[in-house]
C-alpha cells in the first residue's frame, strides 16, 4: 500500500542553519506530494506541493523537488530561523484513495 | 474567507461517556475527511464524506465511532463510550468538489482527553 517515510526527530539546528528533512514515498501511480507544518497547539497549514514528477514546490524560503527516480520529497531551506520551530509532516494523494497518508512527522528546533 | 472551524477546540470526557466532535468545512468545500492524531505521531485517516453520503470510511474503528455530513449544519463525529484510548487531536479537513481533492485544509483541531 502507499506509505511515507520520513526522518526521526527531532532535527536541532541554530539560527541560520541550512535544513533538510528527508522523505521517501511508496505508492502506485503518480502521487502528489506535500509538506504540511504545524506549529504547537495548532492545525495543520500547507507549506507546499508538487503533483508531478520534477516538479518543485517553494514557499516561505522552503523547497522540495519531486523525484520520481529516488520516490523522494526532500524539504530544504537555506537559513532557518526560530520561527521555523515546529512538527514538518510529509504526505501524499494518490487519487484513487480520497485521502493524504500522512509520515509520522519531524519536530524541528531552532535556537538562537 | 474563514478558513475550516472545529469545535470544541478542547474536550475531556469520563470513561464511558459520548463525544461530539463538529467540524464546519470552508466556504464552498463540500468534502469533509477527518483524521486522528495520536500523541507523537502522524495523522491518520478516518472518514471521507460528501454532503449526506459517506465516501470512504476504511480508517474508523468498527465499533463506537461513526460520522456525518448532513445536508445543512456542520459535520459531527461521534465517539460513544469513550476509552483512555481515544484520548488524541481530532483534525477535520475541507476540499472543493471534485477536480482539485487533493488539497485539503485543514482545521485547528479537536483536543479529546478521556479521564
Known amino acids: 500500500g502507499n506509505s511515507v517515510t520520513q526522518m526521526e526527530g527531532p532535527v536541532t539546528l541554530s539560527e541560520e542553519a541550512f535544513l533538510t528533512i528527508n522523505c521517501t514515498y511508496t505508492a502506485t501511480g503518480y502521487p502528489s506530494l506535500f509538506w504540511y507544518v504545524q506549529y504547537p497547539g495548532e492545525g495543520l497549514q500547507l507549506l507546499l506541493k508538487a503533483t508531478k514528477a520534477d516538479d518543485k514546490g517553494s514557499n516561505k524560503g522552503f523547497e522540495a523537488t519531486y523525484r520520481k527516480e529516488t520516490t523522494s520529497f526532500h524539504l530544504e531551506k537555506g537559513s532557518v530561523q526560530v520561527s521555523d520551530s515546529a512538527v514538518y509532516f510529509c504526505a501524499l494523494f494518490s487519487g484513487g484513495y480520497n485521502k493524504l497518508i500522512f509520515g509520522a512527522g519531524t519536530r524541528l528546533a531552532v535556537h538562537p | 474567507n474563514a478558513g475550516v472551524m472545529q469545535n470544541p477546540r478542547h474536550l475531556v470526557r469520563r470513561r464511558g461517556q459520548e463525544a461530539r466532535l463538529r467540524c464546519s468545512p470552508m466556504k464552498g468545500h463540500s468534502h469533509v475527511y477527518w483524521y486522528r492524531q495520536l500523541p507523537e505521531e502522524g495523522l491518520k485517516f478516518m472518514v471521507y464524506l460528501q454532503k449526506e453520503n459517506i465516501i470512504d470510511e476504511s480508517g474508523m474503528p468498527k465499533e463506537r465511532f461513526s460520522a456525518e455530513f448532513p445536508k445543512e449544519g456542520p459535520s459531527i463525529l461521534r465517539i460513544q463510550q469513550v476509552v483512555r484510548g481515544d484520548s488524541a487531536a481530532y483534525f477535520c479537513?475541507?476540499?472543493?468538489?471534485?477536480?482539485?481533492?487533493?488539497?485539503?485544509?485543514f482545521g485547528p483541531g479537536t483536543r479529546l482527553t478521556v479521564t
Open positions: 479537513a475541507s476540499s472543493p468538489p471534485a477536480g482539485s481533492t487533493y488539497e485539503q485544509y
